[in-house]
């Protein structure tokens, strides 16, 4: 046994030669992701200031909400919604960047953020090519792997023709597109809180070495590497349990005995890294109504897993040669597979399954799935294609096989990166604000208190938490409470047909259905000071170039409002 178990692992020693092939490929990247932020901010006009993001940004607010408590606090509330709610929610990711912020004296989000890319990065690439090296022992078919894993992208491309063809705004089925999860290069450029999160899969990795030296201590480090990420990702721990639990059982199945190492690893993992689901659990069913609501609006945009017919068109070629080489080796067989292949199989079956789990954040499990397609892409690529083309006296050298398959599944990032540097180059929101309205905010972040609600459009509302710490009325389509209903209050307010009566109404109460409900169910009867946390009440206005085209009500001659602040085209009003 100890002959079999040093062997295996000096299988899979990587050389020196390869490391310098992944720093390399690092490298590249960083610069290829990096280049649409660069452009942003080396065009930015003179009366616009580039807000430091490529993609998405009410989800970023979100964060950088988070990131502005956690600098100086262990708890933040959501600032993202006007309700007032005491400090309950803790992310350890944005608690670690808001301390770095802390102790440097940094203020803002961007240079955290790109701090976080850069460290995410090159961890997660290092860890893949370690794994890449785990499953497979020829180090021409680890760089292979290790290219899927790194470039790989769907056949968005071909919507993207077709939406020119069809003279449309948006191609068909957006999502095939756009989806980030499962596409590494996207990821780093754009979501580097899910390249960060990726990070999981080291558990696997721990999982793996300690079952072959048949040492605890391993289990032990996967545990607590469980703890830290799901501390972070909470709804990681589902892939980990699940495709840990499911391996063990397989084992135990081929094995015709209890896998012993298994069960005790996983009982210590278990043991060690389930806190954070719990607190997720509490937080959501009990902490308070607030996140509650936060988590039954989770389905607002609609973003789950594309059904099994158009995963190819997410996930590529790489998923196409995955799945028949998974089909091929014969799902349901267990006899004669070593450790190594039966995890590879339960990883891509079990983990194929949970990206359909009945939740609003199923679309999630797609994260990390991109190493076990890479590496059966690649077995399957030399174990059947390659032979297959031999078998027709073709042989292609390894560096063309390297170089077709980048060819192969690249060419989607390849637009989404072009349509970001050329859309970013428009200066416009939200991802540009004129420099009007961050004065403005920073003026709200010396005058407003924390508790404070401010009333603007989306646009700017989204930007509000993170950059002046109070409450916006109106951010995020999940965490701002009743976010439908909020955001036709907002249309409402600043449309001149509206009566007065109506804007007093949503400045007094900003969530009638909100306060009804913790009347209805006795909750501020039974704790009298939820009745004042919970409270709705907007103190400030936010009335810049995004307002005014939602309608240009005269806010100087309401008799609701005082004028406090003007800073060129923003002026902010205090309520009454």
Known sequence: MTTLNQSEIKKSNIESAEWY?????????????????????????????????????????????????????NLAANKLTPEANPPVFFNLLWWSLGRFNGLLGLKGYAVAYQLMRFVSIPLFLLLAYRICAWFLEDKQMRRVAFAMITFSSGFGWFLIILKYILREADPPYPLL?????????????????FIAAALYVFIFDLVLRGQVQEKLSYAVAAGCVALFFGWQHTYDL???????????????????????????SGVIIGLISFWPGLYSVWLTSSANPIWQEVLAQF???????????????????SFLIALFTAIKNNPFRLQGLSNNGLFLKTWFWVNFALIYIPTDFQIHMLNGWQIPIAILATQGLFYYVLPWLESRNWRPRPNFVLAAVILVVIPTNLYLITWRVLELKRHEYPYFLYKDEVSALNWLEVNAKPDDAILSSMTVGQYIPALTGSHAFLAHWAQTVDYFTKKKMVEDFFTPEIPDTRRQEILKNCNPKYQARLAREGLEKNNPSWGEQYSCRVQYIFFGPAERELGNYQLAKSPLLEHVYTAGQVEIYKVR
């Open 21 to 73: 092939f992944v720093g390399a490929v690092i490298v590249v990247v960083l610069i290829i992701t990096t280049l649409p932020y660069a452009v942003a901010y080396l065009t930015t006009p003179p009366d616009k200031q580039y807000m430091g993001l490529v993609l998405n940004v009410p989800d970023h607010g979100q964060y950088f909400s988070w990131l502005y408590d956690l600098t100086t606090a």
């Open 238 to 264: 589902f892939l980990v349990y699940g495709i840990l639990g499911s391996y063990g059982l397989l084992t135990m199945a081929r094995d015709r005995q209890l896998p012993m190492y298994l069960v005790k």
């Open 177 to 193: 597109v756009f989806g980030a999860e499962g596409n590494t290069l996207l990821c780093m450029m754009g979501y580097p809180h």
């Open 299 to 317: 389905g607002n945009v609609g973003v789950y897993t594309p059904n099994p017919f158009y995963l190819p068109a997410l996930l590529g070629v």
